[in-house]
């Protein structure tokens, strides 16, 4: 009895052994006697005892391999150093476990020859600004590299690039120069801008001036006109009234019962008054033989008297 309930105890640690459950992201390499079996993916699987064994536990993820820095060699013989970074994901469980004895190494190993090939054809200032080129040519490199060790490139990133001491001083003195060109471009473009501006400003004002002397000069012109004509109907206006007074003067006369030639000289006096030089218009009577009359009477009263 005892050795039955041993035997029981047996198998079922057997069996529990034989079972495996692969988590999410992952992936078992199996062999039966050495040999390739199969691959298992997420989920719960069965082994069998003793023959079969979980050879590799390989990780799906995307994976991230920090290099330490290179030593690298410009097409101008410049030597640096480059840090490069390689995001990886294993695509193929069995060709990563039996397609490369390192992978990792290899990856490493693999990415410092690209990179020398890569760089090797730029120039140290090619280099410095040509970063996503250099990142799609490795990656694209690598990837072809790695894709019989069931391994995909997604991207590789220069981290950082290092040149020599004398090239970092040289390169610091250029960027220092550079920006005292820009301030000198800078201060120069804001003067002319500055002169351009007053310029327009004087012009401007100028202008602004010419305009309002014309307009004074329009105003003057003006108001002079106006006072001409004021001054006309002022003297109209004074003849009309001095006229209107003789008239009313002759009219009395006549009403007390003056005689014509007393009349007439009247007419003669009002006459001389609106010729004295002081008015515009001079009125000139219609009837020149009656003024001829008139002066004979004249001399005859001088006579009489």
Same mark, same amino acid.
């Given at each position: 009895?005892?050795?039955?309930?041993?035997? /029981?105890?047996?198998?079922?640690?057997?069996?529990?052994?034989?079972?495996?459950?692969? +988590?999410? %992201?992952? @992936?078992?390499?199996? #062999?039966?006697?050495?040999?390739?079996?199969?691959?298992?993916?997420?989920?719960?699987?069965?082994?069998?005892?003793?023959?079969?064994?979980?050879?590799?536990?390989?990780?799906?993820?995307? =994976?991230?391999?920090?290099? +330490? +820095?290179?030593?690298?060699?410009?097409?101008?013989?410049?030597?640096?150093?480059?840090?490069?970074? /390689?995001?990886?994901?294993?695509?193929?469980?069995?060709?990563?476990?039996?397609?490369? $004895?390192?992978? !990792?190494? @290899?990856?490493?190993?693999?990415?410092?020859?690209?990179?020398?090939?890569?760089?090797?054809?730029?120039?140290?200032? #090619?280099?410095?600004?040509?970063?996503?080129? !250099?990142?799609?040519?490795?990656?694209?490199?690598?990837?072809?590299?790695?894709?019989?060790?069931?391994?995909?490139?997604?991207?590789?990133?220069?981290?950082?690039? !290092?040149? +020599? %001491?004398?090239?970092?001083?040289?390169?610091?003195?250029?960027?220092?120069? #550079?920006? &005292?060109?820009? $301030?000198?471009?800078?201060? @120069? &473009?804001?003067?002319?801008?500055?002169?351009?501006?007053?310029?327009?400003?004087?012009?401007?004002?100028?202008?602004?001036?010419? &305009?309002?002397?014309? =307009?004074?000069?329009?105003?003057? *012109? &003006? *108001?002079?006109? #106006?006072?001409?004509?004021?001054?006309?109907?002022?003297? @109209?206006?004074?003849?009309?009234?001095?006229? =209107?007074?003789? %008239?009313?003067?002759?009219?009395?006369?006549? $009403? *007390?019962?003056?005689?014509?030639?007393?009349?007439?000289?009247?007419?003669?006096?009002?006459?001389?008054?609106?010729?004295?030089? =002081?008015?515009?218009?001079?009125?000139?009577?219609?009837?020149?033989?009656?003024?001829?009359?008139?002066?004979?009477?004249?001399?005859?009263?001088?006579?009489?008297?």
């Amino acid at each position: 009895m005892p050795a039955f309930i041993l035997l /029981v105890i047996v198998i079922l640690i057997v069996i529990i052994s034989c079972i495996r459950i692969v +988590p999410q %992201a992952h @992936a078992y390499v199996v #062999e039966r006697l050495g040999a390739y079996k199969e691959t298992w993916s997420v989920g719960l699987h069965l082994k069998a005892p003793l023959i079969d064994r979980v050879a590799k536990n390989v990780n799906l993820k995307e =994976q991230v391999i920090d290099f +330490p +820095p290179q030593p690298v060699i410009t097409k101008d013989n410049v030597t640096m150093q480059i840090d490069t970074v /390689v995001y990886f994901q294993i695509t193929d469980p069995r060709l990563y476990c039996y397609g490369v $004895e390192n992978p !990792i190494m @290899a990856i490493e190993n693999l990415t410092a020859t690209t990179l020398r090939n890569v760089i090797g054809d730029l120039e140290l200032d #090619e280099t410095l600004t040509s970063r996503e080129t !250099i990142n799609t040519k490795m990656r694209a490199s690598l990837d072809v590299a790695t894709d019989p060790w069931g391994i995909k490139i997604n991207r590789v990133e220069l981290k950082n690039i !290092i040149p +020599p %001491a004398a090239i970092k001083d040289a390169m610091e003195k250029q960027m220092k120069a #550079e920006r &005292e060109r820009r $301030e000198a471009i800078l201060i @120069a &473009e804001g003067e002319k801008k500055s002169t351009i501006l007053i310029a327009e400003g004087k012009k401007e004002s100028a202008i602004l001036d010419a &305009e309002a002397e014309k =307009q004074a000069a329009i105003l003057r *012109a &003006e *108001a002079k006109k #106006e006072a001409t004509v004021r001054e006309a109907e002022g003297q @109209a206006e004074a003849i009309l009234k001095v006229q =209107q007074a003789n %008239a009313d003067g002759l009219k009395m006369l006549k $009403e *007390a019962g003056a005689d014509d030639k007393v009349m007439q000289l009247k007419s003669l006096e009002a006459f001389g008054k609106a010729a004295n030089g =002081q008015a515009t218009k001079i009125i000139i009577p219609s009837d020149i033989a009656g003024v001829a009359g008139l002066a004979t009477s004249i001399a005859e009263v001088i006579k009489e008297k």
